[in-house]
């Protein structure tokens, strides 16, 4: 088709799209194009503001390494990844639900891990906590066999695949779920930490005088045949940094509490000072048990990076 003025485009481009013999690639992308084509004529887009956009999604590829994703960090940073998790759970959107936005840091490969063990490999400073997770169907009845893989940052504020300090798999771990749909384990309490603001998410957060911190939080991925695959992250109560968290992660229903124990014997005869406990059901839905597509591959290597904490204006 000729292009007479600016409406005729949308219009070739959507013919064409027309074209494509898979139904569900023609709704998708036909409403991808109005919306993009409509939101240039709504914000009167300038060439200068277009070719900035394309330099950052470039610059957002160039970035995104085996142990680095600056494409699911940004989205993040967008909510995107909030609002696609709100709108494909809790039975599409309808009712609460414990599932929670993937990120950039999940690993598949973790350890297999019996009840009970600790996810501290290497040397890691911070505070013993014990974890007694649950995992139940929308009937609230156990779902038994099914592999809780587990994931968070150090004290410092570093996934280990971020920090060649650590060793490979530090803090990471898969269980298994017992006849009462149970896992524990043993790890150190979570910190909130940074995120990486040296590329275009930092841009984005400094545009708007954002921190670019996390709540603490650990994460989980729930996978069994029968069950939509659960991604999950569940917030430490006490973090300063839960209504502002840089990925927008954080629900009423992921706070979970974690219980300080100043003066009791902790389960492990090695720990003497203070330690944390975390109790927590998460709520699995059935449907296809497909585990995302990893975000990162493999570990950084050299020296760890330092991350500039960026204050909220
Ligand atoms: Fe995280």
Redesign the pocket.
């Known amino acids: 088709m000729i292009v007479n003025n600016e409406q005729d485009v949308t219009k070739a481009v959507l013919a064409e799209i027309a074209r494509a013999p898979d139904p569900r690639f023609r709704e998708v992308m036909s409403a991808f194009v109005r919306h993009l084509h409509a939101f240039a004529r709504e914000v009167k887009l300038t060439e200068d503001e277009f070719q900035k956009a394309v330099g950052y999604i470039v610059e957002c590829g160039k970035r995104t390494t085996e142990s680095h994703n600056e494409v699911v960090l940004m989205s993040g940073s967008l909510g995107f990844s909030t609002l696609i998790c709100l709108l494909n759970n809790g039975n599409r959107g309808q009712t609460e639900t414990t599932a929670n936005l993937l ?1 950039p ?1 999940w690993r598949p490969e973790s350890p297999r891990m019996p009840n009970g063990a600790s996810l501290v490999r290497s040397p890691t400073p911070g505070t013993p906590m014990f974890v007694d997770a649950w995992v139940k169907d929308q009937a609230g009845k156990p779902v038994a066999g099914a592999d809780v893989d587990i994931w ?2 150090s004290t410092e504020g570093y996934y280990e695949n971020q920090d060649p300090a650590q060793a490979d798999m530090n803090l990471r771990g898969k269980f298994t779920t017992d006849a009462d749909g149970h896992i524990g384990f043993r790890s150190i309490k979570p910190s909130g930490y940074p995120i990486p603001v040296d590329g275009p998410v930092g841009d984005l957060l400094r545009s708007q005088g954002r921190a670019n911190m ?1 709540p603490a ?1 650990l ?1 989980f991925l729930i996978h069994k045949q029968g069950y939509k695959a659960h991604v999950s ?1 569940v917030y430490t109560d006490d973090d300063p940094h839960l209504e502002t968290d840089s990925q927008f992660g954080v629900t009423r229903r992921l706070i979970g509490h974690y219980v300080l124990h100043e003066n009791e014997p902790a389960p492990a005869p090695d720990v003497k000072g203070p330690w944390y406990s975390l109790e927590y059901t998460f709520e699995i839905e059935p449907g296809i048990a497909k585990l995302p597509r990893p975000p990162i591959t493999a570990k950084a290597r050299g020296e760890r990076p330092a991350i500039e904490r960026l204050k909220r204006a």
């Open positions: 990120g840091f968070h940052s996390r939080h994460h992250q």
